[in-house]
């Protein structure tokens, strides 16, 4: 074992190294990845002292159990997914103190779909193209360019030191839940005008459910009305099926809806182009959200302007901006 | 060609040069792209240029979106002016069409396809009036692509044949796409082609295999030290090869031994356009010598 590691005895469903992703290479396929959560990742780093980039561990649905080779600084942030150190649980959103030899293992998941597991120091595997964020499915970055498997001695950088024990987020400093169900704000737009008008009031009438297709790529979400399309005679190049475009770039969130069926919304390691008409676009404030829904959850999608999608972006900054203050322990 | 702009939620631009596909909408989205990262613009983070369209991931925080949107609303008269020749490179691509993977899994996916009852080159063969798969396998290897986009995943090219309109080979994407394509699955959806660089979800039908990675995460292949190897305005060469030389070339990329066929030549699409046939010509006598 490396001197200053962590092992993995069990992987949980699909653990990967993250950090706050890979900007620059969109233009060649390769996305930005990093956190589905980004603010749920920043918070974790912050409670150990690390930079808010640092890389930690994204833990989908189930958690992994690791052993770790030294004393350590571990907060557990995002889903609620209960941390426990040698079968004992440990508070979430709290930086708790890990015994060399100690293992971190984890409850069922109560609610949520991804925890964040910092670690002081961070996880110091290489950087790939000014990134330790997992692309899986470029086999790119991370532990091996892959999820965790059981056996994997993954190393940790030198702690600054910053971090104390019992730091804590409270409540308030955390995003509000959403007390009248999920609801997911978009800014209608790049190929809107594909659908008929009352395919569009359709959209953000319906409740969604998301589908078990949903991954770090995109989460697809079914339920809704097919989507009815103004008639037009197909453009050179697109294909017959009127949900097909001449293959374009995708946005981050962009909503495509391949046969007007099943919309996927794309997250952090979206495919960067391709040729399905998209009908908007989730704001950026609302990204995070979608990496915490599960399966079979309902949600609604609700239309705003550029200037309220502007305006949620400054809450969540000032949320990030706020955190020192509303740190506390 | 009418250009249209919209926004893709609160970071992005999206720029249609136009509806359907053609080398001036590329050319002119190629024109503005390359303005627009000369310009310098602060708050500008991606630039992706597409076959007929381009997209561009801003920080709000740093530049206002109604301001960008005017700045590159501005690129647009001096692109449609551009000069249309670029230096580029031609690639030889190996191809065993009809290979056994994608043919097992085009069966395994057959649901979610058009025509369920046969392959997905006895469809795309048919429906572009082939009377049959060689026919159409002979026209998809005989005149070279030009790589008018790279993206949906790392390093993947996507393809246009370099025929008049008339000859383009054009399909449906599946209905509902795949969940699974082999990598360096030799593609094709709408009139563009492409190889998949990696394994994973797709919705082109699938025509052959090539044994040739073109990307490589590793960055020990020796051609893929960048990592992959397609650029926007490559030109490709498919050549229809046998089951025999398949295994060979996998075999000497496996040893290190493998060297892809390249060739720098220039493209000038007032040339093709105006002749087509000849254009194409001196590519492939570049390309063969």
């Known amino acids: 074992m490396a001197d200053r590691s962590f092992e993995v005895v069990k992987p949980g469903l699909a653990t990967t190294v993250q950090d706050l992703g890979r900007p620059g290479y969109y233009h060649l396929g390769l996305p930005l990845s990093g956190a589905m959560d980004r603010f749920a990742l920043i918070v974790a780093n912050r409670l150990v002292g690390n930079e808010d980039g640092a890389a930690g561990l994204e833990a989908v649905f189930l958690g992994p159990e690791l052993r770790f080779s030294l004393d350590a600084l571990v907060a557990v942030t995002g889903a609620e997914l209960p941390p426990k150190l040698d079968g004992i649980e440990q508070p979430l959103w709290t930086a708790f103190a890990v015994k060399a030899g100690q293992v971190l293992s984890f409850a069922f998941l109560k609610s949520g779909a991804r925890a964040y597991i910092a670690i002081a120091g961070g996880i110091d595997v290489p950087e790939v193209l000014g990134s330790r964020s997992t692309y899986a499915l470029g086999a790119l970055g991370g532990f091996e360019g892959r999820a965790l498997k059981a056996g994997d001695v993954v190393p940790l950088g030198t702690p600054s030191g910053a971090g104390c024990e019992g730091a804590t987020l409270p409540p308030e400093g955390r995003r509000p839940v959403q007390a009248n169900g999920v609801e997911i704000r978009v800014v209608p737009g790049l190929y809107w005008h594909r659908i008929t008008e009352g395919a569009q009031a359709g959209f953000f009438e319906d409740t969604w459910k998301v589908a078990p297709e949903a991954d770090r790529i995109g989460y697809r979400f079914r339920g809704g009305k097919k989507l009815d399309f103004v008639p037009r005679e197909q453009p050179f190049g697109a294909g017959s099926d ?83 203050q509303s740190i506390g322990g | 060609m009418q250009t249209r702009y919209s926004f893709g939620g609160d970071e992005h631009i999206f720029v249609e040069v136009d509806e359907e596909m053609s080398l001036e909408a590329f050319f002119k989205s190629l024109s503005m792209t390359n303005a627009v990262r000369e310009s310098g613009i602060a ?52 191809v065993l069409y009809d290979d056994p993977w994608t043919r097992e899994t085009l069966m395994r996916f057959r649901e979610r396809h058009q025509d369920p009852s046969s392959t997905d080159l006895e469809y795309a063969a048919r429906v572009n009036d082939y009377p049959d798969v060689q026919s159409f396998v002979a026209a998809h290897a005989a005149s070279p ?31 509902r796409p795949r969940t699974d394509t082999p990598r360096l699955t030799v593609g094709h959806g709408g009139c563009f082609g492409c190889i998949y660089s990696v394994r994973g979800a797709g919705g082109y039908q699938m025509f052959g295999v090539t044994p040739m990675p073109i990307y490589d995460p590793s960055g020990k292949i020796s051609y893929l030290k960048e990592l992959m190897i397609f650029r926007p305005g490559d030109i490709i060469k498919f050549r229809s090869v046998e089951r025999a030389e398949y295994d060979a070339d996998v075999a000497a990329i496996d040893e290190g031994r493998f060297e892809p066929k390249i060739v720098s030549v220039p493209f000038s699409l007032d040339a093709f356009t105006a002749d087509p046939a000849g254009t194409n010509a001196k590519l492939l006598e570049a390309l063969n010598g």
């Open chain 2, 43 to 94: 708050g500008i983070t991606e630039i992706c240029p597409a076959n007929a369209s381009f997209q561009i991931k801003f920080d709000p925080d740093v530049i206002a979106p109604q301001d960008l949107m005017a700045e590159l609303k501005g690129f647009e008269a001096a692109a449609e002016k551009a000069d249309k020749t670029i230096e580029t490179r031609i690639i030889e691509i190996p």
């Open chain 2, 145 to 175: 692509w030009f790589v008018s986009m790279v993206g949906f995943v790392a390093g993947l090219p996507f393809t246009y044949q370099l025929v008049e309109r008339a000859k383009q080979i054009e399909v449906p994407k599946y209905l």
């Open chain 1, 242 to 324: 009127p949900s097909n475009i001449v293959d374009s770039c995708y946005p981050y969130g962009s909503i495509q809806v391949p046969g007007g069926t099943e919309p996927i919304v794309l997250h952090r390691d979206a495919v960067s182009g391709g040729g399905y008409f998209m009908i908007g676009t989730v704001i950026s404030a609302d990204m995070d959200l979608i990496g915490q829904l599960q399966p079979h959850q309902p949600v609604r999608f609700t239309v705003v302007t550029m200037e309220e999608a502007l305006q949620a972006r400054a809450v969540e900054k000032a949320r990030v901006q706020e955190l020192d």
